[in-house]
């Protein structure tokens, strides 16, 4: 639009010296930046920096789940920095599959990955690759989970090992699904760039009637400190949506579990923010609750009438989740609902982008400004997190 102003204006104008920038200069004036200075003046804007997220891929293995490479991505799909590595590898569990703990974690700005050798590495935004630590790890009947603290200094791991296959029998229908021998964990401590430390050694209790032990397993590090499942689901029949456990927190100096998140026979825990704030779906009639470390309710919806929820992820904000079960949805703190269709939440990009698929299918991801509309990023994979540039 063409400013026009009146000569006289003009010149008084200058005479009083107004630092009107677009003022001046339809009068044919000059400003220099020393001599004005507008207090109402708009800040420039700034470029937004794209979303950036870490992913575990399963390249040329023939199964979908069998994680080998980890990259940061863009949402169009491309790679901002990728590396291979060696599988975790999977054991024999009876007459079941395996669940593998999560391998990857997102901190400090990095996506942290241990591999099936007992190596913990890093990768940064720059592509550049960082040894962590080493776990003793041997890979024969074995799993390994660990956890990196949200500041990227201090690492635990556990290294659960399980006897082997039964010389005899058929693992379902034999009276013993595994050969003669202990479940054992082992917790590790370690400062990033440093070697790693045994904290302790436990044989894990099993018998006739429970011949399945309970084990902790490594998930996550938020605020209040580190994360677990315990008792774990290290082996499943292809159930459908799940946690890994039982979630609780670990005090970070023994490595032993301090306390649970919540009691799963009334409202089952499936996602923790990085306060320390998580929800959990209450196991009757599957409502969302948003709770404090105390336990406390901060906010929850309640399920539609003969639905239910599952699977809810907390926003980075924590105002809203992100749901399957009956239906999937987002819902607010305050009241929002927004049905999602042809979509599978995985988790949170930023408090208003929500990443889907990524399994058997490419991820996908959904903003709540357009919320009808699923944008394909172009590869598969498991979500770990968004990664801070």
């Not at 491309?78 to 054991?91: E, L």
């Not at 320390?276 to 779906?281: A, K, L, S």
Request: glycine share 12%; aromatic share 8%; with cysteine.
């Amino acid at each position: 639009m063409k400013l026009l102003v009146d000569a006289s204006v003009c010149t008084s104008m200058r005479r009083l010296w107004i630092a009107i920038v677009v003022l001046l200069t339809a009068c044919g004036g000059s400003v220099t930046p020393t001599a004005v200075a507008s207090p109402s003046a708009s800040p420039q804007p700034t470029a937004s920096k794209p979303l950036l997220f870490a992913a575990l891929e399963a390249k040329a293995t023939g199964d979908a789940f069998e994680w080998n490479t980890v990259a940061i991505a863009n949402l169009d799909g491309i790679a901002q920095a990728k590396t291979a590595f060696t599988p975790m590898p999977v054991p024999y569990v009876g007459c079941a599959g395996a669940s593998l703990p999560p391998s990857a974690h997102v901190a400090s700005g990095k996506v942290f990955f241990a591999d099936g050798t007992g190596q913990v590495r890093s990768l940064g935004l720059n592509g550049q690759i960082a040894a962590v630590t080493t776990i003793p790890f041997t890979g024969t009947q074995q799993m390994l989970s660990f956890a990196v603290s949200p500041d990227g200094s201090s690492l635990l791991a556990a290294v659960f090992t399980i006897p082997g296959r039964p010389a005899t029998g058929d693992a379902c229908t034999g009276a013993a699904p595994f050969a003669p021998g202990n479940f054992t964990l082992d917790v590790y401590s370690a400062q990033v760039g440093g070697a790693s430390h045994l904290l302790y050694h436990e044989v894990l209790a099993s018998s006739s009637t429970q011949p399945v032990p309970n084990v902790m397993a490594f998930i996550g590090w938020d605020k209040v400190g580190p994360e677990a499942t315990y008792p774990t689901q290290w082996a499943t029949q292809g159930g459908g949506p799940h946690p890994y456990g039982v979630m609780a927190w670990v005090d970070p100096s023994t490595g032993k579990v301090s306390r649970q998140l919540s009691n799963p026979d009334s409202c089952l825990v499936w996602d923790i923010g990085a306060a320390g704030d998580f929800v959990c779906t209450t196991t009757q009639v599957g409502d969302i609750s948003v709770r404090r470390p105390d336990g406390t309710e901060i906010w929850g919806v309640k399920a539609p009438a003969n639905s239910f929820y599952e699977s809810p992820y907390l926003s980075p904000q924590e105002g809203r989740v992100a749901a399957g079960g009956g239906e999937t949805a987002i819902l607010g703190r305050d009241g929002a609902h927004v049905s999602l269709t042809g979509f599978g939440p995985q988790g949170w990009l930023d408090d208003t982008t929500v990443i889907g698929g990524g399994y058997e299918s490419d991820f996908t991801y959904v903003r709540l400004n357009a919320s009808s509309t699923v944008v394909d990023i172009g590869f598969k994979g498991k979500f770990i997190g968004t990664i801070q540039s």
